[in-house]
T-cell receptor, first 112, second 117 residues
Framework: DQQVKQNSPSLSVQEGRISILNCDYT??????FLWYKKYPAEGPTFLIS?????DKNEDGRFTVFLNKSAKHLSLHIVPSQPGDSAVYFC???????????FGKGTMLLVSP | GAVVSQHPSWVICKSGTSVKIECRSL??????MFWYRQFPKQSLMLMAT?????????EQGVEKDKFLINHASLTLSTLTVTSAHPEDSSFYIC?????????????FGPGTRLTVL
C-alpha cells in the first residue's frame, strides 16, 4: 500500500518555464510534507517543506502548495534551470512521528 | 548548516565479510538518525531508525542481526552489514534528524555504494 504517490515518473520542461511536480497521499494522519532533490549516486537534498496548517510555502524559486481536502501537494519551480534536472522525492510524516514515507520520485529534465 | 557525511562513499568487498558504514552529523546534534536503502530506479526504503543511546528500531523485513546499527553519540551512527552477500549490494543512505529552529527535518548523507562480489 503506497501511502505517498508520485504518479509521473518523469517530466520534461524547457529552461525558463515552470516545472510542476505532483504528489498525492492517502494517510490522513500525515501533517508535515517535504520535498527532496536527488542526483544520481548522491543523497537527497532537502528543498522545502510545509506543515498541514499552511497551504503554501515559498522559498526563492520553489513553492509548495498543499490541498488537504484533496490530499495533494505540488512543487512549483519557476523559472526552471538545467541544474534543476534531478529526481524529486515527495515525503510525508504523521504528527508526532519522525519517520518519513517517500514517494517513488519524479525525474525532472530541464532542457536549455 | 545541517551537513551529514557518510564514509566510505563506496566499498567493494568479498562475500562473507563485514562492512561498516559511518554516518556523521557535522554541524548539529542528532538524537535520531535513519538508515535507508535504495535500489535502482526505486524509492528510498527505510531500514531502521537509530536513537542515540538506545537500540535501533528496524522496519519489517529487515534483519537486525545482519544490519547492526550503533548510535553511540549525538553525531555518529554506524551501520554494519555482517556476512555480506551479493544481494546486499545496494546504495545505503543515512539521514539525521535536525530539530533546529522551527523545523523538524531530515538531512541526508551522500550515500555509500556497497558492492559485494
Amino acid at each position: 500500500d503506497q501511502q505517498v504517490k508520485q504518479n509521473s515518473p518523469s517530466l520534461s520542461v524547457q529552461e525558463g518555464r515552470i516545472s510542476i511536480l505532483n504528489c498525492d497521499y492517502t494517510n490522513s494522519m500525515f501533517d508535515y510534507f517535504l520535498w527532496y532533490k536527488k542526483y544520481p549516486a548522491e543523497g537527497p537534498t532537502f528543498l522545502i517543506s510545509i506543515s498541514s496548517i499552511k497551504d503554501k510555502n515559498e522559498d526563492g524559486r520553489f513553492t509548495v502548495f498543499l490541498n488537504k481536502s484533496a490530499k495533494h501537494l505540488s512543487l512549483h519551480i519557476v523559472p526552471s534551470q538545467p541544474g534543476d534536472s534531478a529526481v524529486y522525492f515527495c515525503a510525508a510524516r504523521p504528527f508526532g512521528y519522525s519517520t518519513l514515507t517517500f514517494g517513488k520520485g519524479t525525474m525532472l529534465l530541464v532542457s536549455p | 548548516g545541517a551537513v551529514v557525511s557518510q564514509h566510505p562513499s563506496w566499498v567493494i568487498c568479498k562475500s562473507g565479510t563485514s562492512v561498516k558504514i559511518e554516518c556523521r552529523s557535522l554541524d548539529f546534534q542528532a538524537t535520531t538518525m535513519f538508515w535507508y536503502r535504495q535500489f535502482p530506479k526505486q524509492s528510498l526504503m527505510l531500514m531502521a531508525t537509530s536513537n542515540e543511546g538506545s537500540k535501533a528500531t528496524y522496519e519489517q523485513g529487515v534483519e537486525k542481526d545482519k544490519f547492526l546499527i550503533n548510535h553511540a553519540s549525538l553525531t555518529l551512527s554506524t551501520l554494519t552489514v555482517t556476512s555480506a552477500h551479493p544481494e546486499d549490494s545496494s546504495f545505503y543512505i543515512c539521514s539525521a534528524r535536525s530539530l533546529a529552529g522551527a523545523t523538524d527535518t531530515q538531512y541526508f548523507g551522500p550515500g555509500t555504494r556497497l558492492t559485494v562480489l
